[in-house]
């Protein structure tokens, strides 16, 4: 890092000062403007706000590391735009009539209050375990390697660099809340496209360009079935991504965390109205066309450099192997000249604070409306805003306490990532996708898929963990479907049994009243509803949702 690189970020650094404290002059009178920015935001903050928040260190590190070392395999996961559509065209409407601030008070609506509190639970929990320690985790890995410090004031620059990220994160979302991360985002989201692209032109340059990339990954067979690491389509046979596990896997995961998961959905829910909620997702589908170009593929240019220069470009492991996880870091460090450098670590930072300010904002609204106000109905809005930045806090602290043990798993990072998501989103998907495709779907019926979805998840979980530390467990039933069947098929397994408990519950209890489930289900809506939701779109945005589409398909059969 040289002067000029210490110059651009302190310009960056200026104007999300600048940023923070105009928002933090608005008034934010009730909670609604504090967690939802006062449900006023426009689509281009929506888009910004959703691909910036969706965009952390698991794709700095993980999704590079990915590429770097498989190839297209998860490419899957990051090829969702039209997930987003989902998102825009299907839910948006059954949101915004049920004015919820929350997916687990939407489930209250469509169900009962044990249900909301089940979610509620499931998803604090799970930020904790996941999003948050893993974006820090991974957050402080990438700054220790792109400032290469290894200590400062004799102290691991990796707990500096992560504690201080968070601080910084959590002390603009206390004070600024959700309007605070929207409008940060959209200075953010430019920043991150910028850093990456040229991330991207200056890998190929130094390889010789896109061909050369696809000739070398394309040698590379990473299976024995003949699959390279250019095949998004691999092998039904493959231990780690068989075509048909990664497609339902992908889509069921993606499903949950588009769709249902209070982190995305909570940037949906504030904007103004209906169209500008779905031309967000609209915009946001656009923008998720692009990480697998932005971190992806250069994961698989860092390999391609390291092969073309004989092993000498990402830094070993201890067994003699590349360091996949290095990838992204290491082309940061090695190929940008000063001043384009520092313009790359502020797309760095804006990925890594984006995220963490969206996961601090949700997880205290998930506490704040879903549990607090529960118990408290009666507690004034202006004191709801100071509950939700002490729970901001308290959030931040279980972050920071988890780090140790998301250090200890080091190199599984993603992989423990992308498991515990696998067994958290079929239970939550069938909950919701049978609760607005399926009239008769009951509360009951609802609750226990979510508690079906839970027990199996947990049990899954404790099996990986038993089994992974035990040479020689005995071969049964049990081990062969709760740990040697691949996670992608067992992700598509689950979805189907959790569906299965929601429609036998169902069936077995009273079905619910048309009065309770108006607006909430296919086939329910007044004639009002429906109007204002066709009033909603028009030519255009149909448009758009083809051309995403077809990018989509084109993208599949170009890497098939």
């Excluded at 985790?137 to 500096?160: S, T």
């Excluded at 429906?530 to 051309?547: F, Q």
Aim: with cysteine; proline share 3%.
């Amino acid at each position: 890092m040289e002067s000029l690189d210490w110059i651009v970020i302190g310009i960056f650094a200026a104007f999300m000062i600048g940023i923070v404290i105009w928002v933090t002059l608005q008034k934010q009178e009730n909670s609604g403007d504090y967690f939802l920015g006062g449900r006023d935001a426009t689509w281009i903050a929506i888009g910004s706000s959703i691909f910036a928040s969706n965009i952390g260190s698991e794709h700095l590190i993980g999704l590079a590391g990915s590429g770097a070392s498989s190839g297209m395999a998860m490419a899957h996961w990051e090829i969702q735009g039209w997930m987003i559509l989902l998102l825009g065209w299907v839910f948006v409407p059954f949101y915004e009539r049920s004015m919820v601030l929350t997916m687990p008070e939407f489930l209250e609506r469509r169900y009962n209050p044990q249900s909301r509190t089940l979610l509620s639970l499931i998803s604090l929990i799970s930020y904790v375990m996941t999003k948050v320690a893993v974006t820090v985790y991974a957050g402080g890995l990438v700054f220790q390697q792109v400032f290469n410090i290894n200590e400062l004031w004799g102290i691991d620059f990796f707990w500096i660099a992560a504690i201080g990220l968070v601080l910084i994160t959590a002390i603009y979302t206390i004070f600024g809340g959700m309007k605070s991360v929207l409008y940060t985002s959209v200075l953010q989201t430019p920043i991150l496209l910028l850093g990456s692209a040229i991330i991207l032109w200056l890998g190929l340059k130094e390889l010789g360009g896109w061909d050369q990339m696809m000739n070398i990954c394309s040698q590379n067979v990473v299976n024995d079935y003949g699959d390279t690491m250019t095949n998004l389509i691999r092998s039904n046979e493959d231990p780690d991504y068989p075509w048909l596990g990664a497609l339902l896997g992908s889509s069921i995961i993606g499903f949950w965390y588009w769709c249902t998961d209070q982190f995305i959905v909570q940037r949906v829910l504030s904007g103004k109205d209906e169209k500008e909620a779905r031309r967000g997702t609209i915009f946001g589908a656009y923008l998720k066309l692009l990480p697998v170009f932005l971190f992806l593929i250069p994961g698989m240019i860092a390999y391609a450099i390291h092969v073309k220069n004989g092993g000498d470009f990402l830094p070993l492991l201890a067994n003699g192997n590349h360091n996949a996880d290095a990838a992204f870091p290491t082309l940061v460090a090695k190929l940008l000249p000063a001043g384009v450098k520092g313009v790359v670590v502020c797309g760095i930072l804006a990925a890594l604070m984006s995220s963490l300010a969206s996961l601090f904002n949700s997880s205290a609204m998930l506490f704040t409306i879903d549990f607090y106000k529960r118990f408290k109905p009666e507690t004034p809005e202006k004191q709801l805003v100071v509950i939700g930045q002490a729970a901001t806090v308290v959030i931040v602290i279980l972050g920071i306490l988890w780090i140790p043990v998301m250090r200890s798993v080091g190199d599984v990072l993603y992989t423990y990532l992308q498991d515990v998501q696998s067994v958290l989103a079929p239970g939550i998907a069938a909950a919701f996708l049978l609760g607005i495709c399926w009239k008769r779907t009951s509360a009951q019926g609802g609750m226990w898929g979510l508690i079906s979805g839970l027990i199996i998840g947990l049990t899954r979980l404790g099996a990986k963990v038993y089994y992974s530390n035990v040479a020689d467990a005995v071969p049964s039933t049990f081990k062969y479907v709760f740990y040697d069947l691949n996670w992608l098929f067992f992700c598509g397994w689950m979805l189907l049994f959790c569906c299965l408990v929601v429609i036998i519950v169902s069936l077995m209890t009273p079905a619910p009243s048309e009065e309770k489930i108006k607006g909430l289900v296919f086939g329910t809506a007044t004639p009002e509803q429906i109007e204002a939701t066709r009033k909603s779109w028009n030519h255009w945005d149909v448009i758009h949702s083809v051309i995403i589409l077809g990018i989509t398909a084109a993208f599949y059969y170009y890497f098939w």
